[in-house]
C-alpha cells in the first residue's frame, strides 16, 4: 500500500501559483539538534518555538515520552509548553495534514525526544520538508546508555540537511565534558535492559520515582561505571 501523499494543491502551505515560484519555493530544513540528557535540547526547542513564532510562523509542538509524563515540552529551566504527544506508528504527515484539514498553516515542526522516532517517522518528516515546505526541527540524545545510537538519531544524522551539537556542555562527576548517558539502577550503572526507560538525570528521592536514573558521565568513567561521589550509592557497575 502505498503512503498517503502530503504533497500536491490543496494543503495550506501549497507554493502561491506566482511565476517561477512554484517551481523553485524557498527550501524548507530538516535540522537536527543533538547531545546527552541535560544539555539544553528541551530549552533550545521552546526557544526556537518561540522566535520562529514571534515571526508570525504556525508551528506544531511534538514530543513522546517528556519526562513529566503529560503531552508537554519541559524543560529544566522552567520552560513548558502544550505539545501533542504521538506514538511509534503515528504517522507524522497526517498529523499536519489533519491541521491543513482544519484550515492551519504548518510552517514548521518542533520535535522534542527526537531520538524515539522510527526510522520511517524521520523519513516522514524529510518528506513534509521536501514536499510540503515545512521547516522541522529534531531535538533528541546522540546515544543510549549503551552509548549507542538511538535509531530516530542514527536515520536523522543520515537525513538532515544540518545537524549541530547542542553546544552548552554538561560535566562529568570528574569536570570533564559529558557527553555519554549512564543509567543507574539502584545506586549502580547498568548495561542490560530496554532502550526506552523515561527517567530523570536527579533522583528526586521521592519513592514513586522508581529506582531509576540517568547520570550524564565522559567516556572513561562511563566505561569504568565510575559514577564518583555522588550520593545515589555505591558507585559500581552492576554485574551480571
Ligand atoms: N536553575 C537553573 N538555572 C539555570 N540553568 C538551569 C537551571 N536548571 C537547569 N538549567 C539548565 O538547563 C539545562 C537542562 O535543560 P533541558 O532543556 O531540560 O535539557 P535536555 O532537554 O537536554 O535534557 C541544564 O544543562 C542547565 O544548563
Ligand atoms: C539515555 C537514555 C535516556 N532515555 C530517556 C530518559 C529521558 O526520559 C529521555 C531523555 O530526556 P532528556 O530530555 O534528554 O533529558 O530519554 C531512554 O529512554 N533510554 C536511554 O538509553
Same mark, same amino acid.
Given at each position: 500500500m502505498s503512503p498517503p501523499q502530503v504533497t500536491g494543491p490543496g494543503g495550506p502551505n501549497a507554493v502561491p501559483v506566482a511565476g517561477d515560484r512554484r517551481r523553485h519555493p524557498a527550501p524548507a530544513h530538516l535540522v537536527f539538534f543533538h547531545g546527552p540528557m541535560d544539555c539544553g535540547?528541551?530549552? *533550545? &526547542?521552546?526557544? #526556537? %518555538?518561540?522566535?520562529?513564532?514571534?515571526?508570525?510562523?504556525? $508551528? +506544531?509542538l511534538l514530543t513522546q515520552g517528556d519526562r513529566?509524563?503529560?503531552?508537554?515540552?519541559?524543560?529544566?529551566?522552567?520552560?513548558v509548553r502544550e505539545?501533542?504527544?504521538?506514538?511509534?506508528?503515528?504517522d507524522l504527515r497526517l498529523i499536519v495534514r489533519e491541521r491543513w484539514a482544519q484550515g492551519h498553516r504548518v510552517d514548521y515542526l518542533i520535535v522534542d525526544e527526537a531520538q524515539?522516532?522510527?526510522?520511517?517517522?524521520?523519513?516522514? *518528516? &524529510?518528506?513534509? #520538508? %521536501?514536499?510540503?515546505h515545512v521547516d522541522?526541527?529534531?531535538? $533528541? +540524545?546522540?546515544?543510549?546508555?549503551?552509548?549507542?545510537?538511538?535509531?530516530?538519531?542514527?536515520?536523522?544524522?543520515?537525513?538532515?540537511?544540518?545537524?549541530?551539537?547542542?553546544?552548552?556542555?554538561?560535566?562529568c562527576w570528574c569536570g570533564l565534558p559529558a557527553l555519554l548517558n549512564g543509567r543507574v539502577v539502584e545506586g549502580s550503572l547498568v548495561r542490560e535492559g530496554a532502550t526506552?526507560?523515561?527517567?530523570?538525570?536527579?533522583?528526586?528521592?521521592? &519513592?514513586?520515582?522508581?529506582?531509576?536514573?540517568?547520570?550524564?558521565?565522559?567516556?572513561?568513567?562511563?566505561?569504568?561505571?565510575?559514577?564518583?561521589?555522588?550520593?545515589?550509592?555505591?558507585?559500581?557497575?552492576?554485574?551480571?
Open positions: 535540547k528541551s530549552t *533550545l &526547542a521552546l526557544q #526556537v %518555538d518561540h522566535n520562529q513564532s514571534r515571526q508570525g510562523r504556525h $508551528g +506544531l513529566s509524563a503529560a503531552p508537554q515540552i519541559s524543560s529544566r529551566v522552567g520552560l505539545a501533542r504527544e504521538f506514538g511509534s506508528d503515528t524515539f522516532l522510527t526510522g520511517t517517522q524521520v523519513e516522514q *518528516l &524529510a518528506e513534509l #520538508v %521536501d514536499d510540503s522541522v526541527y529534531a531535538f $533528541g +540524545l546522540t546515544t543510549d546508555f549503551r552509548t549507542r545510537l538511538f535509531t530516530g538519531t542514527q536515520r536523522l544524522l543520515e537525513l538532515a540537511d544540518e545537524v549541530q551539537r547542542v553546544q552548552v556542555q554538561v560535566l526506552v526507560v523515561v527517567a530523570d538525570t536527579a533522583p528526586s528521592g521521592a &519513592a514513586e520515582d522508581g529506582p531509576v536514573h540517568y547520570q550524564v558521565l565522559c567516556r572513561r568513567h562511563h566505561a569504568r561505571g565510575q559514577l564518583g561521589p555522588t550520593p545515589t550509592g555505591p558507585g559500581q557497575l552492576a554485574l551480571g
